[in-house]
């Protein structure tokens, strides 16, 4: 006999689903969606074979999918020392001090978050004032961009590291960073698979099924990278993964991903092209406002950037980069024009390359990402938590500011957007991510919540190119990946009041989302991945047998 597939009916909420915008009830039959509708159709359709699960005016959603994000840094974020409030050096010194009572002397102490550019007197901590804040101990305290950190005069050593000018300087950056990083990274596998199920149980219980995880050589590493993907755990979010080592032929592509011994996407995501704003390492074509004589830093040439992407396009597989500045962008789209002059733009288009970042275009950049099919994969919460006057892209950029993160410069040129956070840089907190596209810095640059939300679903699935075109949507026959939310209120939002009108109007068939202008953010109550439980609140029903 056939194994029985568990039914379950779930009722008397809200349903986000384009097979039925009106729909209050779905029907889960094993990990597929069997059907969704009507509350009353629901009351005929409930039997003893179900589970019924009450909502209770709670709103079922596709669940959401980060599309770029650091499984092990996000761990170890979540159990290290949170400097995100520091508001100055001192508030810094006296958090590090805090967090050393206590410590062994052999311990390293972890920190992350602290932003300069928040503080009313944007002057690091030295050296020496760091040694005797942490009594000594080795310390490795990222900034809130991860591109470069406050580190112990003993760390920088034992790695051979440079540290930043300055007799008592503590900061490191580019190679001196990822030096200090090894020297402080947990080697055993059973600590990386500790920091692993934390951050991927914080995960589900913020409504996310997949995480799309950035790894690369100067990060983790391979053996991180396996036992990531290898874990056996069917309660937790699904981790695609791309691997950030760049290639030169088709054969060296080949090799790499045949070498890596686990299955990932692509040869993308963080290989750098450039790096961060916030450390003044994004590649900018003129001086940066608050550094003259200092544009940042190319870590690869158009050259080798095209190389790549034809060696991928070649063998049908995905390339892509990690950029931010103008500059770095153009090397891009350099590279992107000398793939097409090697392989043919039908074959660059169909590997279907992706882009992160991607902070400042312009229409003609919008317009050459279109043509060459390229995905930009953006982090809403960078504009949320930088964008506004007085914040850190004006200090860095001063006018050029206008325009950054241009989510409607892309959809407007047809450049596919998928959502992530770059967790640890921003918190996984994907409503707050919805709300900071319908609050964008630049009003020019707003998107509906609609279209927030499926950058932070279905088009993250697409964008890594998965098999199933059925998922992040909820309909007959999709995936049974949803989450649960108690929201303070549904409605539509839009971001041009021109059309708020039409689309609350029943006739534009529109979802129903959470709104965002509340104090409370939606919190999750259920995640559920393919029918399998990821989180449960312990305020939500287990359910009852059917009748």
């Excluded at 379950?8 to 059907?35: E, I, K, Q």
């Excluded at 900034?143 to 003993?154: C, G, P, T």
């Excluded at 590649?283 to 190389?307: N, V």
Aim: with cysteine.
């Amino acid at each position: 006999m056939p194994e029985e597939r568990a039914l379950t009916l779930y009722r008397n909420g809200s349903v986000y689903s384009a097979a039925d915008p009106f729909a209050s009830a779905m029907l889960v039959d094993g990990g597929t969606v069997a059907w969704v509708g009507s509350e009353q159709a629901a009351a005929s359709l409930a039997d003893d074979r179900m589970t019924v699960v009450d909502l209770d005016g709670a709103l079922v959603a596709p669940g959401f999918v980060d599309s770029h994000v650091h499984v092990t840094d996000t761990g170890l974020a979540l159990s290290s020392l949170d400097l995100s409030a520091a508001a100055s050096a001192a508030d810094l010194l006296d958090a590090v001090a805090r967090a050393a009572e206590g410590l062994p002397d052999d311990a390293v102490l972890r920190g992350h978050g602290w932003d300069e550019s928040r503080w009313a007197d944007p002057a690091l901590p030295g050296a020496g004032q760091l040694a005797r804040a942490a009594g000594g101990r080795r310390m490795f305290l990222t900034r809130v961009d991860v591109h470069s950190a406050l580190v112990s005069a003993d760390l920088a050593r034992s790695a051979g590291t440079p540290v930043g000018h300055g007799e008592d300087s503590a900061l490191v950056v580019g190679k001196a960073l990822h030096a200090a990083r090894a020297q402080t990274r947990p080697a055993s596998a059973g600590e990386l698979e500790r920091l692993h199920g934390l951050a991927l149980r914080h995960a589900a219980s913020r409504g996310y099924v997949a995480l799309v995880e950035q790894a690369a050589p100067q990060l983790g590493g391979l053996e991180d990278l396996r036992l990531l993907l290898g874990r056996e755990a069917s309660t937790e979010p699904e981790v695609m993964a791309y691997w950030g080592q760049a290639v030169s032929s088709a054969d060296e592509a080949r090799e790499v991903l045949d070498g890596l011994g686990v299955p990932v996407r692509g040869l993308a995501g963080d290989l750098n092209i450039d790096g961060s704003i916030g450390s003044r390492t994004a590649l900018l074509s003129a001086d940066y406002d608050d550094a003259p004589g200092h544009r940042g830093t190319a870590f690869l040439s158009a050259e080798q950037i095209g190389a790549h992407l034809a060696a991928l396009s070649e063998i049908g597989a995905q390339g892509g980069f990690h950029v931010i500045g103008d500059a770095g962008l153009q090397l891009a789209l350099e590279g992107l024009r000398i793939a097409s002059d090697r392989v043919g733009q039908h074959a660059v288009r169909a590997a279907g390359h992706r882009l992160e970042h991607v902070e400042m275009a312009g229409d003609a950049e919008a317009a050459a990402l279109a043509e060459y099919a390229v995905t930009v994969s953006a982090q809403p919460l960078f504009d949320a938590a930088w964008g506004h006057p007085g914040g850190l892209y004006e200090q860095r950029l001063g006018s050029r500011r206008a325009g950054m993160n241009p989510f409607i410069r892309f959809y407007s040129a047809g450049v596919p957007l998928a959502f992530g956070s770059d967790s640890p840089v921003c918190a996984l907190s994907p409503w707050e991510s919805v709300r900071a596209c319908l609050r964008h810095s630049d009003p020019s640059q707003r998107i509906s919540a609609r279209a927030a939300f499926l950058g932070h679903t279905r088009s993250g699935w697409r964008a890594a190119r998965h098999p199933n075109p059925l998922m992040g949507q909820l309909a007959p026959g999709a995936p049974a990946s949803f989450a649960v939310w108690s929201a303070d209120e549904l409605m539509v939002q839009v971001a041009d009041e021109r059309v708020q009108a039409w689309s609350t109007d029943p006739r534009a068939r529109t979802p129903l989302l959470p709104a965002l202008d509340t104090e409370r953010l939606p919190e999750c109550l259920l995640t559920v991945h393919e029918g399998r439980e990821l989180f449960r609140s312990g305020d939500f029903p287990s359910g009852h047998p059917g009748s």
